[in-house]
């Protein structure tokens, strides 16, 4: 299967680099041959990318797997504008790299994403580092030299979801948990 650097790069920000939880060091690459779609998820625990694409064709079986950080970094590197993902013998081969995928499970995603029908929006508070990072994984995925107007939309406390619009891109920003220590920031920017 091929996948485009635009999604490789997209998921590069988010994921985790050096975790104790070993399975959120890399991106979760899903497809299944029902819905035509490849479905790249990453992320540290606190922002959640999730992209998504139409593959029409593709002769691979239904897999779930997550490729390492180190893999997603070298393939961005290469010169092409997409690469091969494809099983090779006990383990995988992305482009030119063979490698063995991050035994574990990744965690459900589709939990993590928020429902916004008929819900009550209230501010919360989000740290900036992240909401860049949500950013930056969205601007790789439309490629830097488009402009879009992204949207964050957040409702409760729930996460919110910086998105264009569209279903195929959303990143997901867990917001700050209040603390004693915070709360005289946050009563001056109007949070409390």
């Not at 482009?95 to 499970?105: E, N, R, V």
């Amino acid at each position: 299967m091929l996948i485009t650097k635009s999604i490789i790069k997209a998921a590069i920000p988010c994921a985790a680099k050096k975790d104790t939880r070993y399975y959120l060091n890399g991106a979760l690459f899903e497809w299944t041959n029902s819905d035509k779609r490849l479905r790249v998820i990453s992320t540290n625990g606190l922002v959640l990318s999730a992209f998504s694409v139409e593959v029409p064709y593709c002769e691979d079986p239904d897999f779930s797997i997550t490729v390492p950080i180190e893999v997603l970094i070298y393939v961005s590197k290469i010169k092409s504008p997409a690469e091969e993902l494809k099983p090779n013998g006990d383990g995988w081969q992305f482009a030119d790299k063979l490698f063995t995928p991050i035994d574990g499970k990744f965690l459900d995603y589709r939990r993590v994403i928020p429902d916004f029908k008929g819900r009550v929006s209230s501010p919360a508070n989000f740290d900036p580092d992240l909401l860049v990072l949500a950013r930056k994984a969205l601007a790789a995925y439309y490629d830097k030299k488009a402009v879009f107007i992204f949207h964050l939309e957040q409702y409760g406390y729930d996460g919110a979801a910086m998105h264009n619009g569209q279903n195929d891109a959303m990143v997901v920003v867990m917001p700050a948990r209040l603390t004693k220590r915070d709360e005289p920031a946050l009563e001056y920017r109007g949070f409390v």
